[in-house]
């Protein structure tokens, strides 16, 4: 159905009477007061957000590193067997070894 075409901006019946200007400010404040304390609700949750997000990287960040210092375990586990100084200690505590083999197998 087709609407009436309003002849002003304001149609008399919806004026407000000296009584509901009042009543219109104070639920206009309610609603303001209901708006601000969303607006700080909100604010609290992007705060605790932003603070997990910042625990969060620090975890990543640790975990990368170990993972880069597993990465490296091979190579550097290599160079250690390698080495001339580990050859001359497996030399050196071979008798050393042995007799401690012995001792632990006669308990």
């Not at 304390?37 to 603070?51: K, M, T, Y």
């Amino acid at each position: 159905m087709a609407q009436p075409a309003r002849t002003s901006a304001v149609d008399p019946s919806e004026r407000p009477t000296v009584e509901e200007p009042a009543a219109t400010i104070a639920a206009l404040e309610d609603r303001l007061a209901e708006r601000e304390l969303e607006v700080l609700r909100l604010r609290d949750l992007l705060i605790g957000a932003e603070a997990e997000l910042g625990t969060l990287a620090g975890t990543i960040l640790s975990l990368r590193r170990e993972l880069e210092a597993i990465g490296d375990l091979p190579d550097r586990y290599n160079a250690v067997m390698g080495s001339t100084t580990w050859k001359a200690m497996w030399a050196v505590m071979t008798p050393y070894r042995k007799v401690r083999e012995r001792v632990g197998a006669a308990r």
